[in-house]
């Protein structure tokens, strides 16, 4: 089973949001985890608050992300992540 760590700068309700966008579908919350689906492939979320990031006056939520996958190749693991990752991408300009 593969698991990773992240340190993100984002709030549990923006990160829900990416994470609906990526898997409009399967999505579950089970308590404080999180449960992704698709297709053969499945992972587990659990996210940990962590202290703001204060950079001068401006504050960024900040937590900690652990992803621990249960089913599904390598390759289609690497594919959902890659696929949850675009989907947190903001966009500016």
């Known amino acids: 089973m593969i698991t990773l760590e992240r340190e993100m700068s984002a709030s549990r309700a923006e990160f829900l949001h990416?994470?609906?966008?990526?898997?409009?579908?399967?999505?579950?919350?089970?308590?404080?985890l999180l449960k992704v689906g698709d297709g053969d492939t499945a992972m587990e979320i659990e996210l940990t608050p962590l202290p703001d990031r204060t950079i001068a006056l401006l504050r960024l939520p900040n937590m900690k992300v652990h992803i621990r996958f249960t089913a599904g190749s390598p390759e289609k693991q690497q594919a959902?992540?890659?696929?949850m990752?675009?989907?947190?991408?903001g966009g500016g300009g």
Request: proline share 4%; aromatic share 4%.
């Open 85 to 89: 990752d675009r989907a947190m991408q």
């Open 18 to 32: 990416g994470l609906r966008l990526a898997f409009p579908q399967g999505v579950e919350e089970a308590g404080a």
């Open 80 to 83: 959902m992540l890659a696929r």
